[in-house]
């Protein structure tokens, strides 16, 4: 063993740049995110010899994102950009890894490999593939055929055209933030300025702005948050909710420029300047534009797939599937949703779960997608909410809401299920008939001004489509059974007692 690992690490040494890639693999999967893991997990828990082959170019093994702009930044340790460990709000310690370099054999060994096992090539794209050949081309020009094929290449950061044309020199003070390399800069870069301007007001601006908020406390670090919308997370909440919540983002040290449209940015004196449309200056050192992604679907060409028009993505069934062979799953897949229709979603949940059902469905399990994804958010440890369905705030809604304790927060939610990341909490088989509360529900809006927690339904044709627990935890599989039912309800205060958010 040791004397092969010796072996290995010569030849490696005398051939740096092309690392020995298996001419052919039986399941091949494309992006090394949290769609390929999950997949690559099923797909060996269903097929224990089964041998996998994720190919990322990141240069990474598969991580998850969410603690990027969350825990990580809340951190104590001074090394945290190295280890990349962080506390979960529960307290218990955990890596951003899914798992150690140890759970994976290399790429040399997988042909070879008895009992199988999943390898991950890093630092290598997929360039072309070839559908009817069964066979991909990688940037170095190495050919990998396979039996079965993934597509997960989720997405990159969009950016604002005005900041794009702007030039190399804006676009050197500015971060486009998704992955590892992304925190450890924005980390290292807002040590050492006086202000930093965050674009956009949803998910990913509105927790970077929390975090560096909260940092800013100590350090000083002029923290600004600028988005077309009233409010934080407008595209989402209702305007009321929206309001509030902007209220609390403002409470972390953020100063919120909201109803901003950029004209232009320019740099004077070491200083960018964004000009506002309505004539507002705004000075800083350096910008962060979370301005949403761009499915990844640069493969779509050479493979002849095709990318849905209204949402962007690869197009598949409701199982998932381009192609008798080839599957596309998380960010990058736009599915067919038994209940909701047609949709993309950008979620860590769905990515597990399209990913797991991919997985499954390669080693023909035949599964249509019917599981529900989850997602949530939180801004720092106080405030969070978990949503599922289709949360928009252009629908109309219906919020029923209670005063909120200190157990509802994101940081009791974890302590109490022992999971950082929550749809790990998840099983599939959880959603038993709730039981009715019998507490009366308020009349809607009686707490008018403190939304400490709460149900809000979306509404389309009267069905429930989508649901918000606002700082109410571990209760997904109830809402999950309302939008799979699909029902019209008379009346959704009776609705919310299922979620009893007036119990504790
Ligand atoms: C900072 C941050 C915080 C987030 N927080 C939350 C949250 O709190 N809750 C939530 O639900 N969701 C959250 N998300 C979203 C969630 O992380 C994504 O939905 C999820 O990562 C999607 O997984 P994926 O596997 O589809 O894509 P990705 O994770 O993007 O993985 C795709 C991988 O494929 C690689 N790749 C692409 N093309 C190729 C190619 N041709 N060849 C080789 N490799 C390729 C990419 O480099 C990438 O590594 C967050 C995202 C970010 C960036
Ligand atoms: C939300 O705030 C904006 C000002 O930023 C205000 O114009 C609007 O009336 C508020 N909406 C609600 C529902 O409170
Ligand atoms: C329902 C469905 O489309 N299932 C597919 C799952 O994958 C196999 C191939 O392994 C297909 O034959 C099935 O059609």
Not at 70 to 85: A, G, I, M, Q, Y
Request: hydrophobic share 40%; net charge negative.
């Amino acid at each position: 063993m040791l004397a092969a690992l010796f072996i290995l690490t010569s030849v490696a040494e005398s051939t740096p740049a092309t690392p020995k890639v298996p001419s052919h693999t039986p399941y091949l999967l494309i992006g090394g995110g949290t769609a390929s893991f999950a997949a690559a997990r099923s797909i060996r828990a269903r097929d224990p010899g089964a041998k996998v082959l994720i190919v990322t170019d990141e240069p990474d093994l598969p991580y998850m994102r969410p603690p990027l702009s969350k825990e990580l930044w809340f951190s104590d340790d001074p090394s945290v950009t190295e280890t990349l460990r962080f506390k979960q709000w529960n307290g218990k310690e955990r890596s951003i890894y899914f798992q150690p370099a140890s759970f994976y054999i290399s790429p040399e060994e997988l042909e070879s490999a008895e009992n199988g096992g999943v390898a991950v090539l890093t630092g290598k794209k997929v360039v072309h593939m070839d559908v009817r050949g069964n066979k991909v081309k990688l940037d170095d020009d190495t050919e990998i055929s396979y039996n079965k094929c993934l597509i997960a290449t989720g997405g990159v950061p969009r950016n604002l055209q005005v900041i794009e044309r702007a030039g190399e020199e804006v676009m050197k003070k500015t971060t486009l933030f998704r992955k590892i390399e992304d925190f450890k800069s924005l980390d290292k870069v807002s040590r050492n300025i006086q202000s930093i301007t965050i674009i956009g007001g949803g998910f990913l601006g509105s927790e970077l702005a929390c975090a560096l908020g909260r940092k800013s406390h100590e350090s000083g670090l002029e923290v600004i948050q600028m988005y077309p919308e009233k409010g934080n997370m407008g595209k989402v909440l209702p305007e009321y909710l929206s309001n509030w919540t902007t209220e609390k983002v403002k409470q972390e040290g953020v100063k919120i420029i909201s109803e901003a449209l950029v004209k232009s940015v320019n740099l004077k004196d070491d200083k960018l300047e964004i000009l506002l449309k309505d004539g507002r200056l705004v000075k800083t050192d350096h910008l962060v534009a979370a301005v949403g992604l761009e499915p990844n679907v640069d493969l779509a060409k050479s493979a002849g797939l095709e990318v849905d028009s209204d949402f962007g993505g690869f197009r598949v069934n409701a199982e998932l599937q381009a192609r008798s062979n080839i599957w596309v799953a998380g960010d990058a897949a736009c599915f067919y949703d038994i209940r909701l229709g047609r949709r993309r979603v950008e979620h860590h949940d769905h990515a597990v779960v399209s990913g797991r059902l991919a997985g499954e469905n390669m080693t023909g399990a035949n599964k249509p997608y019917w599981h529900q994804s989850m997602f949530w958010s939180d801004l720092g440890p106080d405030v969070g909410y978990e949503a599922i369905g289709i949360v928009d705030s252009s629908l109309p809604t219906v919020g029923v809401f209670a005063k909120a304790t200190a157990k509802d927060t994101p940081k009791a939610a974890t302590e109490k299920s022992g999971t950082g990341i929550r749809s790990e909490s998840e099983t599939e088989d959880t959603a038993t008939s709730p039981v009715a509360s019998s507490t009366p529900a308020p009349a809607m809006g009686a707490h008018k001004d403190d939304y400490g927690k709460g149900v809000i339904f979306y509404l389309r044709d009267k069905v429930v489509v989508g649901i918000i627990l606002w700082n109410v935890f571990n209760r997904m599989p109830i809402a999950r059974k309302i939008i799979k039912d699909g029902e019209e309800h008379a009346d959704l205060n009776e609705v919310a007692k299922l979620f009893n958010i007036h119990e504790d």
